[in-house]
Structures are given as structure tokens and as C-alpha cells.
């Protein structure tokens, strides 16, 4: 079955880094495009960015773009999320999920891994 | 680029029929076929229930189904049982630079 396992969040300053991965198997991973959304601590879904099957295009979210990388290793079945210049706004719960096709719905989700910026 | 606007909440009793709306531009629900919606429990990850306006995927209820009219797409979730009370999420792709667009989220109180 599909399986979308998040890890890399931790507690981190702000003005750092931190890089999350998310390791997928149980499907065709070089097939598909990948997101990452997250979630603030007792808020709604907030869609952070996107990366088609080859990794060529990639989108993000106004909030993140310029800071935030994404990236994946289809050899390692592994998606990526390299985090700059982390700020206070960005500590939520980061999870990446599995597109349908680039834009169509989210059709699985990893549980998340939980990112705190705090000085 | 704002979020898609949902209702905070509603709610309903077990078997009646309820109705979440999400209401976009015509950049985003109006202007494509790309919404979809999602159910979350607490302390869970979100489920895909709908996707492309109306499709169910594979091993989501009957129960639900999704439907759009101009900028503004619904959610209906027939017979309502005790197990639906969670939260529901629509997104859309948007022609803006954000290119997906979630609403705030509505939660629903099955009394």
C-alpha cells in the first residue's frame, strides 16, 4: 500500500535551516508529482509547494518562495524540502502528500513531521 | 492571494443531508475543473473524499459528492452518521503564482 513517512522537523532558531524528507513507497514514485501542505498548530491547511514527476517544474507558495526548496531523488523514492531562513510563521506541522496528477487532489498524506521555530 | 472562503462550521443530526460550500474567483474554483476536498479528523492527516469538482475516489463513501456552480463548489454528505463529524477543507488550482489554494476549513458538529 502507499506509505508517505515525513522526517527531518525538529526545533530549529530562527534564521536557520532545516531540510525535511519524505520517504515514499508502495507506488510508482517517478510517476507522479509531490506537494508539501502544512499545517499550523490549531489552524487550517496551507499549501507550500509542488514538484512535477521529473522534477522539473516547481511552484510554491508566496509565503515560502525565495526561502524554501523542493526537490526530489526518484532513485531514493524520496522527496525534499530544503527550509532557509526559517521565521516564527513557519512552525507547523509539514506534510507532503502525493498528487493525482500535478494539480487534481491529493490522494495520500504522510502523517507529518512537526517543525518549531524558537529562539 | 486569499484562501477560499468555508463556513466555520455547521452542523447537523444523524441521516439528514448537509452542504459545505466553497467560494472562489474565476481564477480558481470558477475558472477550472481542479477542486477537491478533504475530510481530517484531530490529530490525523487529511483523506481526499472529492477531486476534479465531482469524482470519489476508490473507497470513499457514496454518502459524499461534490458539485460546482460558477465560483462556488459544494460538498454534500448524505445520510449523515456520528463518524463525519470532523473537519473539510476544499483547494483549487489557481492561475495566481501561489497555483493551489486551500479554504479556511469548515468543521462539522454532528449532534
Known amino acids: 500500500q502507499v506509505q508517505l513517512v515525513e522526517s527531518g522537523g525538529g526545533v530549529v532558531q530562527p534564521g536557520r535551516s532545516l531540510r525535511l524528507s519524505c520517504a515514499a513507497s508502495g507506488f510508482s514514485f517517478s510517476s507522479y508529482g509531490m506537494h508539501w501542505v502544512r499545517q499550523a498548530p490549531g489552524k487550517g491547511l496551507e499549501w507550500v509547494a509542488v514538484?512535477?514527476?521529473?522534477?522539473?517544474?516547481?511552484y510554491y507558495a508566496d509565503s515560502v518562495k525565495g526561502r524554501f526548496t523542493i526537490s526530489r531523488d526518484n532513485s531514493k523514492d524520496t522527496l525534499f524540502l530544503q527550509m532557509n531562513s526559517l521565521r516564527a510563521g513557519d512552525t507547523a506541522l509539514y506534510y507532503c502528500a502525493k498528487a493525482r496528477d500535478l494539480f487534481g487532489g491529493f490522494d495520500y498524506w504522510g502523517q507529518g513531521t512537526l517543525v518549531t521555530v524558537s529562539s | 492571494q486569499s484562501a477560499l472562503t468555508q463556513p466555520a462550521s455547521v452542523s447537523g443530526s444523524p441521516g439528514q443531508s448537509i452542504t459545505f460550500s466553497c467560494t472562489g474567483t474565476g481564477s480558481d474554483v470558477g475558472g477550472y475543473n481542479y477542486v477537491s476536498w478533504y475530510q481530517q479528523h484531530p490529530g490525523k492527516a487529511p483523506k481526499l473524499m472529492i477531486y476534479d469538482v465531482s469524482h470519489r475516489p476508490s473507497g470513499v463513501s457514496n454518502r459524499f459528492s461534490g458539485s460546482k456552480s460558477g465560483n462556488t463548489a459544494s460538498l454534500t454528505i448524505s445520510g449523515l452518521q456520528a463518524e463525519d463529524e470532523a473537519y473539510y477543507y476544499c483547494n483549487s488550482y489557481t492561475s495566481s503564482s501561489t497555483h493551489v489554494i486551500f479554504g479556511g476549513g469548515t468543521k462539522l458538529t454532528v449532534l
Open positions: 514538484i512535477s514527476f521529473d522534477g522539473i517544474n516547481k
